[in-house]
């Protein structure tokens, strides 16, 4: 069959769910996630993918040579985004120069998920489709959405009508569950009937000395929502308090992928860290697998450990592809490459499979 001829297919899967709590998992539950970096600006389509329905197929599926799925590679997605709509910053702790996300940056992510044709519609159609092809799941594919970074210091920022006072951290936190409480609704709100929400994902990849209230007062207002709170903290000692701060689940980056400089043996740390700390692990690579010898080789080392590392298979995994990689490793027919793929697919299949 080719690419597009299986598309007519059509099936019902499990209803969004209107307790997503019930839905959640331990924090020792073997998921398997994708980062999906979407909601940026729209001239940044040449470096970030469009994710149509098809782009998203190859994020929730094993493809073949084809375009036609064969097995499911992941469970459930996880939405961030790094840059607003407007050219400000989510991630206002970056060494970036543009301006901080203001109040009105905050509500066009927001809704931009919900909107129709939107990111969250494209994906529900693509674990449909999938659905069509593999059979139905067993349970819905979960989706989980960030909490932006609310930067302290700022004046203040407006936010659907209201203003918060950003030199605290009470108005931080006030932003915050305004912002959690206008996301849950229109979740729970708009029919998905693919898909589950999960719970929501702490952007900023550390906790600094002066957010560890605030980080554990959001942690109390995600779960009064009825969901989980989820982090992907980078490769740092403040990563094994992500329990005392609030977090049900996490997964530590290994950052090797992404510096040159750093021996495999790193990996070696990134995996008894992650075992110490009880976490989940992060399988890293972006473009730069496909245009720099320099990074060609860097994919595979975190599939060899996970291979030789049968607990943290066991537990949850998350895919950072830089927006778009894993999209051009399921389509390249480089020898090589295609080899790599089906090593990760394999690495990643099992328990996605157990979760059909």
Known sequence: ???????????????????????????????????????????????????????????????????????????GSLFLEIYTSSKHLFATWSTEKSPPANGDDWAAYGDSLTAPGGLLARLDSAVGLVSAALGPRARPYRVAVMIPYPTAGLDSLSYRGQQYFMGDTPGRAALVAAYVEFITHQLRKHPFPHLAFDGFEWLREDVPAGDSLIVQQVSATVHRAGVRFLWVPYYHPGARLWRNWGFDEAWLQPNYFFHPELPVTHLDSAVAKARAWDMGWEIEFNKNLFSSPVFAARLMPYLNHLAMAPDLRARALVIYDGAGALLMLSRSRDPVLEAEYARLADILRPVAESEQ
């Open 1 to 75: 069959m080719n690419r597009m001829g299986w598309l007519a297919w059509l099936v019902l899967g499990a209803p969004w769910s209107a307790s997503p709590r019930t839905q959640a998992a331990p924090s020792r539950d073997p998921t398997r996630w994708i980062a999906l970096y979407a909601g940026g600006p729209s001239d940044y389509t040449p470096t970030y993918p469009a994710y149509t329905i098809e782009d998203l197929f190859a994020c929730i599926a094993v493809m073949d040579s084809t375009g036609k799925p064969v097995s499911w590679l992941t469970s």
